[in-house]
Protein backbone atom coordinates (compact mmCIF):
# COMPACT_ATOMS: atom_id res chain seq x y z
CA UNK A 1 0.00 0.00 0.00
CA UNK A 2 1.55 3.25 -1.01
CA UNK A 3 -0.01 6.79 0.11
CA UNK A 4 0.93 9.44 -1.95
CA UNK A 5 0.94 13.27 -2.14
CA UNK A 6 2.02 14.73 -5.27
CA UNK A 7 3.50 18.33 -5.98
CA UNK A 8 1.28 20.89 -7.33
CA UNK A 9 3.77 22.07 -9.79
CA UNK A 10 4.78 20.62 -13.17
CA UNK A 11 8.19 20.39 -13.25
CA UNK A 12 8.09 18.98 -9.71
CA UNK A 13 5.29 16.55 -10.31
CA UNK A 14 7.39 15.18 -13.51
CA UNK A 15 9.76 13.87 -11.41
CA UNK A 16 7.89 12.80 -8.74
CA UNK A 17 5.93 10.79 -11.08
CA UNK A 18 9.01 9.17 -12.84
CA UNK A 19 9.99 8.25 -9.05
CA UNK A 20 6.88 6.88 -8.17
CA UNK A 21 7.16 4.62 -11.38
CA UNK A 22 10.61 3.26 -10.39
CA UNK A 23 9.17 2.63 -6.95
CA UNK A 24 5.79 0.74 -8.76
CA UNK A 25 8.39 -1.17 -11.16
CA UNK A 26 10.58 -2.42 -8.62
CA UNK A 27 7.79 -3.53 -5.88
CA UNK A 28 4.99 -4.60 -8.65
CA UNK A 29 6.85 -8.34 -9.36
CA UNK A 30 6.33 -9.39 -5.63
CA UNK A 31 3.82 -7.43 -4.40
CA UNK A 32 0.37 -6.42 -5.34
CA UNK A 33 -0.25 -2.86 -5.39
CA UNK A 34 -2.69 -0.01 -3.61
CA UNK A 35 -1.74 3.11 -4.54
CA UNK A 36 -3.68 5.82 -3.11
CA UNK A 37 -3.70 9.90 -2.24
CA UNK A 38 -3.78 13.27 -4.02
CA UNK A 39 -2.50 12.91 -7.42
CA UNK A 40 -2.91 16.48 -8.10
CA UNK A 41 -3.83 15.38 -11.80
CA UNK A 42 -7.28 15.31 -13.94
CA UNK A 43 -7.11 12.22 -16.01
CA UNK A 44 -10.28 12.61 -17.65
CA UNK A 45 -11.42 16.23 -17.90
CA UNK A 46 -14.87 15.18 -19.55
CA UNK A 47 -16.09 13.51 -16.17
CA UNK A 48 -13.85 14.69 -13.97
CA UNK A 49 -13.86 18.46 -13.66
CA UNK A 50 -16.00 20.95 -13.71
CA UNK A 51 -15.76 24.73 -14.24
CA UNK A 52 -12.15 26.29 -15.63
CA UNK A 53 -10.26 24.88 -18.60
CA UNK A 54 -9.61 21.71 -17.79
CA UNK A 55 -6.99 19.55 -20.28
CA UNK A 56 -5.82 16.63 -20.64
CA UNK A 57 -1.98 17.17 -19.88
CA UNK A 58 1.41 15.12 -20.41
CA UNK A 59 1.11 14.20 -16.34
CA UNK A 60 -1.86 12.61 -16.77
CA UNK A 61 -0.70 10.70 -19.94
CA UNK A 62 2.31 10.34 -18.17
CA UNK A 63 0.09 8.92 -14.99
CA UNK A 64 -1.80 6.34 -17.61
CA UNK A 65 1.42 5.03 -18.68
CA UNK A 66 2.18 4.04 -15.24
CA UNK A 67 -1.05 2.70 -14.23
CA UNK A 68 -0.96 0.25 -17.93
CA UNK A 69 2.78 -0.49 -17.13
CA UNK A 70 1.83 -2.09 -13.69
CA UNK A 71 -1.59 -3.11 -14.56
CA UNK A 72 -3.13 -0.18 -11.83
CA UNK A 73 -7.25 0.83 -12.46
CA UNK A 74 -9.13 3.21 -11.24
CA UNK A 75 -11.05 1.34 -8.91
CA UNK A 76 -13.51 4.37 -8.21
CA UNK A 77 -14.19 4.94 -11.85
CA UNK A 78 -14.58 1.35 -12.75
CA UNK A 79 -17.40 1.29 -10.25
CA UNK A 80 -18.94 4.31 -11.29
CA UNK A 81 -18.04 4.90 -15.03
CA UNK A 82 -21.24 7.35 -15.58
CA UNK A 83 -20.69 9.81 -12.34
CA UNK A 84 -19.28 13.16 -12.04
CA UNK A 85 -17.72 13.50 -8.69
CA UNK A 86 -15.31 15.60 -7.67
CA UNK A 87 -12.41 15.70 -4.48
CA UNK A 88 -11.52 19.11 -4.32
CA UNK A 89 -13.35 22.65 -4.47
CA UNK A 90 -12.63 25.79 -5.57
CA UNK A 91 -15.29 28.27 -4.66
CA UNK A 92 -14.57 31.26 -6.84
CA UNK A 93 -14.12 30.55 -9.33
CA UNK A 94 -16.27 27.28 -8.85
CA UNK A 95 -13.57 24.56 -9.75
CA UNK A 96 -14.50 21.34 -9.10
CA UNK A 97 -11.73 18.29 -10.02
CA UNK A 98 -11.28 14.42 -8.68
CA UNK A 99 -7.47 14.66 -8.11
CA UNK A 100 -7.85 12.04 -5.27
CA UNK A 101 -7.68 8.24 -6.38
CA UNK A 102 -7.26 4.67 -5.53
CA UNK A 103 -5.51 2.82 -8.13
CA UNK A 104 -5.60 -1.10 -7.62
CA UNK A 105 -4.32 -4.22 -8.76
CA UNK A 106 -6.08 -5.27 -11.54
CA UNK A 107 -6.54 -8.47 -10.08
CA UNK A 108 -7.86 -7.05 -6.47
CA UNK A 109 -11.05 -5.61 -8.14
CA UNK A 110 -13.16 -8.69 -6.65
CA UNK A 111 -11.49 -7.66 -3.40
CA UNK A 112 -13.20 -4.19 -2.93
CA UNK A 113 -16.44 -4.27 -1.38
CA UNK A 114 -16.88 -0.15 -1.91
CA UNK A 115 -15.15 2.90 -2.99
CA UNK A 116 -16.87 5.70 -2.06
CA UNK A 117 -15.99 9.62 -1.95
CA UNK A 118 -17.00 11.46 1.28
CA UNK A 119 -16.96 14.83 3.43
CA UNK A 120 -13.55 15.24 5.31
CA UNK A 121 -13.66 17.50 8.01
CA UNK A 122 -10.74 20.15 7.95
CA UNK A 123 -9.25 19.68 4.27
CA UNK A 124 -10.16 21.04 1.07
CA UNK A 125 -10.52 17.66 -0.25
CA UNK A 126 -13.02 15.26 -0.13
CA UNK A 127 -12.31 11.38 1.29
CA UNK A 128 -11.77 8.78 -0.56
CA UNK A 129 -12.67 5.63 0.88
CA UNK A 130 -11.59 2.39 0.03
CA UNK A 131 -12.96 -0.73 1.76
CA UNK A 132 -11.35 -3.89 1.09
CA UNK A 133 -13.38 -7.32 1.51
CA UNK A 134 -10.59 -9.73 1.85
CA UNK A 135 -6.78 -10.18 0.18
CA UNK A 136 -5.55 -12.98 -1.25
CA UNK A 137 -2.14 -13.75 -0.43
Do not use: C
Given at each position: ??N?????????????????????????????????G?????????????G??????????????????N??V???????P????F?W????P???????Y??????LQ?????I??????????S?????????D?
Amino acid sequence: MINIYAPNKTTEQSLFFHKITDLISNEAGSHKILLGGDFNVILDPSMDAFGGNPAYKDLAKLLDEVLAENDLVDIWRIQNPDVKRFTWMQKTPLIQPRLDYWFIDDSLQDDIAKIDIVTAIRTDHSAVILEIDSLDT
